[in-house]
C-alpha cells in the first residue's frame, strides 16, 4: 500500500465520522443540491475561514421583538408575482403541482428531506408537514444586530432565499429559534451545508454570534474544510413599496 493509499483512507473514515462532505476539485458540493441551487453556490470562498470574520458578541435581550417587525410573512420582495413561500416550494420540492399557473404550490414532495433524510409529502391546506425554515431564526437575528436595522432590511432577511429552507415540519419547529450551538440538524451529512448557509447568512447581513455559537461553527466545519460559503439570494434592502410593523 502507497504512502497516498494510506492518507486517503484515512481521510474518508475521519469523513464518515464527522458526517461533513469535502469537496474535490470539479465535483459538486451539496450546497449545489436542489434544496439550496437557486440561493446560490459557493462562489464566496471556505465557509470555514468565513467564520473568524464574524463579529463575536453577547446576545441581546429579545425586548421589544415581534414577527411583524420582518414585515407582513412571505412578501414578494422579488417582484416575480408569486410569494416567498411558494419560490422555495417551487424550488425545494419535487413532483410540483400547481392550483393556478405556476405560481400556488398544491403538492409536492421532499425527497429527501435535507434535516431528517426522509421523504416528506406536502399538501396544502392539509395537515402540515413542510414548514419553511429561516436557517437563521429571525428572532436569533433580533438578539443579534437586527434590532437596529431599518424595516427594510429586516423584510430582506425574512424573505431571502438564501436563508429559508423547505423541511420536515417537525424539526424545523423542534429547532425554534436555535443556532448552531443549540441545534443541528439529525442528518449528520447534511450538517456543514447547514452551518455554512448560516455563516453565510450573518457575513452577508453583517449579524453577530456569540463565543459559544462561533466555536460550534468552527467544529462543524473544521471536518469539512473545502466546504464553500454560499452566496447569492436576494439584496439586503427590501422594495420601499413593503413597509414593517
Same mark, same amino acid.
Given at each position: 500500500m502507497t504512502l497516498w493509499t494510506r492518507v486517503a483512507g484515512a481521510a474518508v473514515l475521519l469523513l464518515a465520522a464527522t458526517g461533513c462532505t469535502v469537496e474535490t476539485p470539479g465535483s459538486a458540493g451539496p450546497e449545489d443540491s436542489a434544496a439550496g441551487a437557486s440561493a446560490g453556490t459557493g462562489a464566496g470562498g471556505a465557509a470555514l475561514t468565513a467564520v473568524d470574520g464574524l463579529t463575536v458578541k453577547g446576545r441581546a435581550p429579545m425586548t421589544g421583538y415581534d414577527r411583524d417587525k420582518f414585515g407582513s410573512p412571505w412578501a414578494d420582495t422579488d417582484t416575480n408575482g408569486c410569494d416567498t413561500r411558494d419560490d422555495i416550494l417551487k424550488r425545494d420540492l419535487k413532483e !410540483? +403541482? %400547481? @392550483? *393556478? =399557473? *405556476?405560481?400556488? !404550490?398544491?403538492? =409536492? +414532495?421532499? *425527497?429527501p428531506d435535507p434535516y431528517t433524510d426522509k421523504d416528506v409529502t406536502f399538501v396544502r391546506g392539509g395537515r402540515s408537514e413542510v414548514d419553511i425554515d429561516h436557517l437563521v431564526a429571525l428572532s436569533d437575528a433580533w438578539q443579534k444586530g437586527a434590532q437596529k436595522w431599518d424595516p427594510s432590511k429586516r423584510i430582506a432577511l425574512a424573505n431571502d432565499p438564501l436563508n429559508l429552507l423547505a423541511v420536515d415540519a417537525g424539526r424545523n419547529r423542534s429547532k425554534g429559534d436555535g443556532d448552531t450551538a443549540t441545534w443541528l440538524p439529525p442528518h449528520k451529512a447534511y450538517r456543514c451545508t447547514y452551518v455554512a448557509r448560516q455563516v453565510a447568512v450573518k457575513k452577508k447581513y453583517e449579524l453577530w454570534v456569540t463565543g459559544a455559537e462561533r466555536d460550534a461553527m468552527k467544529r462543524v466545519l473544521s471536518g469539512c474544510p473545502g466546504q +464553500?460559503?454560499? @452566496? #447569492? #439570494?436576494? @439584496?439586503?434592502? /427590501?422594495? +420601499?413599496? %413593503?413597509? /414593517? #410593523?
Open positions: !410540483v +403541482k %400547481f @392550483s *393556478d =399557473g *405556476d405560481c400556488e !404550490v398544491s403538492s =409536492g +414532495k421532499l *425527497d +464553500k460559503l454560499p @452566496s #447569492g #439570494g436576494t @439584496s439586503t434592502q /427590501a422594495p +420601499k413599496r %413593503f413597509h /414593517a #410593523g
